[in-house]
């Protein structure tokens, strides 16, 4: 058996144009094999394409998602005042940042990682927010505001699944189900005195993070009327949290939602400031399959062949970058030649993936290189020490170094 891709023809017309190449084929032959490498301008389209996007409100860069400190500082000045920092997911990863110049920092995620709060606290403390939804984590963070004579930034994050049942349409990340729950913790939160909440998140993973048309027609249909019938708990439940907050006195100074999946919804809420953003400048394969998002896929991987067992199959080497999470077909390397296959008895192997050449017109040989993407954006990063920025003749501008190139790894 072998797994195909289909693609849109707007996709199968902007590979085509990278396929026939010549610049870009001599290029990847100058790298080293494998290798990861960014299209500078299909890069600065996603950027102005997602500023222009957000209709007004702020985008907060995910990290994770991009996990490349040149990246990161390369969009932040493009986006200019439309961006509000970096949400991160670790706090020394959150301390990379800051030590690297970036000056709004919110960490997506709770930390309960004492000595790196410490850190942050001490040197940071008014470019920094921390991430709860539980009294142990706001409990930790006040004990070490108390040592350091310091008020904490907290942001409380809201849960936005919905329970169907026993089925959950969503995450399980935050305890903050419901605004009972909410309530109750913020009251608790008020009676601190080291701790001061300046955020609320709301990310409505099931709307941003579930493609629209991934699946087959029935599967697709469904999971867009359970994007609608989640939309309702979302907009009811941020608003009253807004509400609740005015109404104790709390002046927030954001209200963050959203992911690129998400950004048509989000953006009309009034109370929402600003959308976390992150795969979108990459567009990883995933993201082909949301409606309204024409993103132009910006960063690839190319591997080696190295062998022909056969006329029609040929072995490349390395491949294996599987995307995490629930396992599926749609997690393996897309290859961006939809005449080129994966034999789905091997898939992306370790160091070694074979592929089923469809056409014998396009004849890979030894020694050519046969480009990917990746199903997740920044998880690619984790795979390479440098991503090769490309000017508009596909020539090498920059080696930017990902997170692991830098010796940092945060997950
Ligand atoms: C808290 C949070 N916000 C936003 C996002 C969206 O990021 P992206 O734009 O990369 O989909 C994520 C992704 O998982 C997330 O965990």
Not at 142 to 147: F, L, N
Request: glycine fraction near 8%; proline fraction near 3%.
């Amino acid at each position: 058996m072998i797994a195909f891709r289909k693609q849109s023809d707007k996709l199968k017309n902007l590979f085509k144009q990278l396929l026939q190449s010549k610049n870009l084929t001599s290029t990847l032959n100058e790298l080293e094999a494998p290798s990861a490498f960014l299209i500078k301008s299909h890069l600065d389209y996603n950027i102005h394409l997602i500023r222009e996007k957000v209709e007004g409100k702020k985008i907060r860069i995910a990290s994770k998602s991009v996990r490349n400190i040149s990246v990161i500082k390369y969009v932040t000045k493009r986006l200019g005042d439309t961006c509000s920092g970096v949400m991160a997911y670790h706090p020394r990863e959150a301390l990379f940042l800051l030590q690297n110049g970036i000056r709004d920092v919110l960490l997506g995620y709770p930390c309960y990682h004492p000595e790196d709060c410490e850190s942050l606290i001490r040197d940071y403390n008014e470019k920094v927010t921390f991430m709860v939804d539980t009294l142990e984590h706001v409990e930790l963070l006040d004990s070490i505001g108390v040592a350091y004579g310091k008020k904490v930034r907290i942001c409380l994050d809201i849960d936005m699944s919905i329970d169907i049942g026993n089925f959950r349409f969503g995450v399980f990340r935050s305890s903050l189900m419901n605004i009972d729950s909410f309530t109750d913790l913020l009251e608790k939160i008020l009676s601190f005195n080291s701790v001061r909440i300046v955020g609320i998140m709301g990310y409505e993973a099931q709307v941003a993070g579930i493609p629209d048309l991934l699946y087959n027609g029935a599967k697709n249909l469904i999971i867009s009327l359970l994007k609608k019938r989640s939309m309702r708990k979302i907009i009811s439940f941020r608003k009253k949290v807004c509400e609740i907050l005015q109404h104790k006195g709390v002046d927030l100074e954001f209200f963050n939602a959203g992911g690129t999946g998400s950004i048509d919804s989000s953006k009309k809420e009034e109370w929402v400031t600003e959308i976390t953003v992150g795969s979108g400048f990459y567009d990883s394969y995933l993201f082909d399959f949301y409606k309204n998002l024409p993103v132009k896929p910006s960063l690839f991987f190319n591997l080696l062949i190295v062998r022909k067992p056969r006329h029609d199959i040929a072995t490349l080497h390395g491949g294996g970058y599987v995307a995490s999470g629930a396992i599926g077909l749609e997690k393996v390397p897309a290859p961006i030649d939809e005449k080129v296959g994966l034999l789905s008895n091997e898939l992306a192997g370790e160091v070694q993936t074979p592929i089923k050449l469809l056409s014998d017109k396009h004849s890979y040989k030894i020694g050519d290189r046969v480009i990917f993407r990746h199903a997740k954006a920044g998880e690619l990063c984790e795979h390479f020490n440098h991503v090769y920025l490309l000017d508009q003749e596909y020539k090498p501008l920059h080696k930017w170094k990902t997170y692991r190139g830098e010796g940092q790894i945060f997950v």
